[in-house]
């Protein structure tokens, strides 16, 4: 590579890695509200590529913005969700599962690691990785390298993760900007665009409407509609700080609220992750 390109670095772009099927994760990319592509890569790997306006448009630096996402993908679900991303000068990973505190490593555009060897380790970990011999190719990522760049730094990992059923498709490259990147995943036969606000489905039928009377039915986590959705991921959403602060003022009146809207939110996203699709 030039020198020119290793001293600016990729333009920024990024790339979603859950570990499920496309019809487990489009209903969860879609609360995202964010026009993005899903395609499959690899079993059971499904990949999210990213239009990129919060970082293109708004001025968001792409690795905020992606662990943000990474983590809202990955509260309820019962699978992990890994964010790459990089820009002009660094580049890195963000692995999001559950409740836990997202795990992350970053190297410089020119290669050289600045991240702590601990969330390389924890990262093997969460994600099953052989201890031995893919932790001995990780430890690689994290030691100086004068051949190796930040695009570099990034194949070397997915060079680990192909091991854990990671194909990404042909295109999908990380350094690329976020444009090519979408237009090489729409090039795939079996690709679908996550859009925000979902197209309206059919007209319901007579009895699909006599159901609907009951509105507040609409809402429920067994109901399996948007509305169910929406709500489960703001109740999510709301939870998260409501338990904080009543842990941190250790008020009983707090916590069992932010607690009750965790509990009835996740449920809400698990059953519809869970539920059949047609």
Not at 162 to 178: C, I, K
Request: glycine share 10%; hydrophobic share 45%.
């Amino acid at each position: 590579m030039p020198t020119e390109d290793r001293a600016t670095g990729p333009a920024p772009g990024a790339l979603l890695l859950c570990r499920s099927d496309p019809a487990s994760v489009a209903p969860a990319a879609r609360l995202l509200r964010e026009p993005m592509v899903l395609t499959p890569a690899g079993r059971p790997w499904s990949v999210l590529v990213p239009e990129g306006r919060p970082w293109l448009d708004g001025g968001e630096p792409v690795d905020r913005v992606l662990t943000g996402w990474a983590a809202a993908l990955a509260v309820g679900a019962p699978w992990p969700v890994l964010a790459l991303w990089w820009d002009t000068d660094r580049a890195g990973y963000t692995l999001a599962a559950g409740f836990r505190r997202p795990v992350g490593y970053v190297w410089l555009a020119n290669g050289t690691p600045a991240g702590e060897d601990e969330a390389m380790h924890t990262f093997a970990t969460r994600l099953g990785l052989d201890p031995v011999l893919d932790m001995q190719e990780l430890d690689r990522l994290t030691e100086p390298a004068a051949e190796a760049d930040a695009r570099a730094r990034l194949h070397g990992l997915l060079t680990v993760l192909t091991r854990a059923g990671v194909t990404l498709p042909t295109g999908l490259v990380p350094g690329e900007p976020a444009d090519r990147l979408c237009a090489a995943a729409r090039t795939r036969p079996d690709a679908q665009e996550i859009e925000w606000p979902v197209r309206q489905p059919a007209p319901p039928t007579r009895r699909a409407t006599a159901t609907g009377r009951h509105r507040p039915a609409s809402w429920l986590p067994w109901a399996g509609t948007e509305k169910a959705r929406v709500l489960a991921l703001a109740q999510v959403a709301a939870g998260l700080p409501l338990t904080a602060w009543g842990l941190r003022r250790r008020s009983g009146g707090w916590l069992a609220a932010g607690l009750l809207l965790l509990a009835h939110g996740t449920l809400g996203l698990l059953y519809d992750l869970g539920r059949p699709r047609d």
